[in-house]
């Protein structure tokens, strides 16, 4: 029984230790923002005249991206490995395209 629970507790420990990877780029399928990528730990997408890059975090099942502008922070629910959601005043599902 104390084997399990220190099975069941390294277990528990080490999955959180993993973040999903959402690198890459995504189209929008009903979203107002064209295409989003993520690469380095930054997102990209036009704005638009200009290209607004920001840091992103992956925290369980959301991607934060911290724009440092007056669009604050973008929260993305991640889906699946191939689809986010946007939310708030960025609603919209994006998929990703490579």
């Not at 999903?20 to 690469?39: Q, S």
């Not at 669009?71 to 490995?81: K, L, R, S, W």
């Amino acid at each position: 029984m104390k084997k399990i629970i220190i099975m069941l507790a390294a277990v528990a420990t080490l999955s959180g230790c993993f973040t999903r990877n959402v690198e890459g780029t995504y189209k929008a399928v009903d979203g107002i923002i064209p295409k989003l990528e993520f690469k380095n730990g930054y997102c990209t997408f036009p704005w638009i005249f200009t290209q607004v890059t920001a840091k992103y975090e992956v925290k369980d099942d959301h991607i934060y991206v911290n724009t440092t502008t007056e669009f604050g922070t973008i929260v993305f629910n991640i889906i699946n490995d191939n689809t986010i959601e946007g939310t708030g005043w960025l609603t919209g599902t994006y998929t990703k395209i490579k």
